[in-house]
Nanobody, 115 residues
Framework: QVQLAEFGGGLVQPGGSLTLSCAAS????????MNWHRQAPGKERELVASITRLGSTNYADSVKGRFTISRDSAKNMVYLQMSSLQPEDTAVYYC?????????WGQGTQVTVSS
């Protein structure tokens, strides 16, 4: 089982930018679809962005045009570049991949957007 570890979260002012990173312990980022989810307090976890093994990307409507998912297969890394951040983007962000019927998650990284 490949482990995932997210980092790069923090406190940012509205309108600011932040880049999250997800490090995979094995060579999976170009094999499986990699996803970023987020979970805000009191809300369900939601899919934010995905990148398929062929490199196609998809985004939730709420982040389209502001977030960019990318990967570096050589480094086994997945990134989420976030710009024009708003308070409603405050959440714990999780990196994820699915193998068969099993979902694998990192521990999450907190993003807080506040002045």
């Amino acid at each position: 089982q490949v482990q995932l570890a997210e980092f790069g979260g923090g406190l940012v002012q509205p309108g600011g930018s932040l880049t999250l990173s997800c490090a995979a312990s094995g060579s999976i980022v170009s094999i499986y679809q990699m996803n970023w989810h987020r979970q805000a307090p009191g809300k369900e976890r939601e899919l934010v962005a995905s990148i398929t093994r062929l490199g196609s990307t998809n985004y939730a409507d709420s982040v389209k045009g502001r977030f960019t998912i990318s990967r570096d297969s050589a480094k086994n890394m997945v990134y989420l570049q976030m710009s024009s951040l708003q308070p409603e983007d405050t959440a714990v962000y999780y990196c994820n991949y699915k193998l068969g019927s099993n979902n694998y998650w990192g521990q999450g990284t907190q993003v807080t957007v506040s002045s």
